[in-house]
T-cell receptor, first 112, second 113 residues
Framework: GEDVEQSLFLSVREGDSSVINCTYT??????LYWYKQEPGAGLQLLTY?????DMKQDQRLTVLLNKKDKHLSLRIADTQTGDSAIYFC????????????FGAGTRLAVHP | GAGVSQSPSNKVTEKGKDVELRCDPI?????LYWYRQSLGQGLEFLIY????????KSGLPSDRFSAERTGGSVSTLTIQRTQQEDSAVYLC???????????FGPGTRLTVL
């Protein structure tokens, strides 16, 4: 079946790196995504990685994918207070469209 | 507008009443999704529309839930005889094609008393 798991909470100091982890169960996942949700706002796509890639870097964001262990991580370098939000990992399985299967979300708190 | 819009932003209703939630997708986006975000269940897929094809309703939790999409644009999610467990934020997303990036609306927060 399809299942995505994340730790629920992460606290970091401003300027440090944040690493948010995710595991998924569906080996047929084609794309894996990271979404950000700020209070009272909808979901914003941060980045995504295709399942045949190991790493993707986009400015302060680095996504690492270990397909063997079905483990995905999001690293945010130089974390800022504006990065405080809930981060959702999501997968899509092979098929005709992008049905997203979400994790429970990791709440990132950035403190001075 | 530039993004996906949803209305109302907040809806409070009494148990047993029917509610309608509206989604206006980005112009030209053929694919439209509804998701539900609740404390107990996290973010769940509800239903998917693509053009004039039959929708994928596999995520609808009960037959009290239905959705339609008129003219390939605006969509309405209807919940009949609401229950307290229906309280959640209902999110709509649209994409350019079935495999495109999904752009989410701000959601409708439904509270059933």
């Amino acid at each position: 079946g399809e299942d995505v798991e994340q730790s629920l909470f992460l606290s970091v100091r401003e300027g440090d790196s944040s690493v948010i982890n995710c595991t998924y169960t569906d080996s047929s996942s084609t794309y894996l995504y990271w979404y950000k949700q700020e209070p009272g706002a909808g979901l914003q796509l941060l980045t995504y990685i295709f399942s045949n890639m190991d790493m993707k870097q986009d400015q302060r964001l680095t996504v690492l994918l270990n397909k063997k262990d079905k483990h995905l991580s999001l690293r945010i370098a130089d974390t800022q207070t504006g990065d405080s939000a809930i981060y959702f990992c999501a997968e899509t399985i092979s098929g005709g469209y992008n049905k997203l299967i979400f994790g429970a979300g990791t709440r990132l708190a950035v403190h001075p | 507008g530039a993004g996906v819009s949803q209305s109302p932003s907040n809806k409070v209703t009494e148990k047993g009443k029917d509610v309608e939630l509206r989604c206006d997708p980005i112009s030209g986006h053929t694919a439209l999704y509804w998701y539900r975000q609740s404390l107990g269940q996290g973010l769940e897929f509800l239903i998917y529309f693509q053009g004039n094809s039959a929708p994928d309703k596999s995520g609808l939790p009960s037959d009290r839930f239905s959705a339609e999409r008129t003219g390939g644009s605006v969509s309405t999610l209807t919940i009949q005889r609401t229950q307290q467990e229906d309280s959640a934020v209902y999110l709509c997303a649209s994409s350019l094609g079935a495999r495109g990036e999904q752009f989410f609306g701000p959601g409708t927060r439904l509270t059933v008393l």
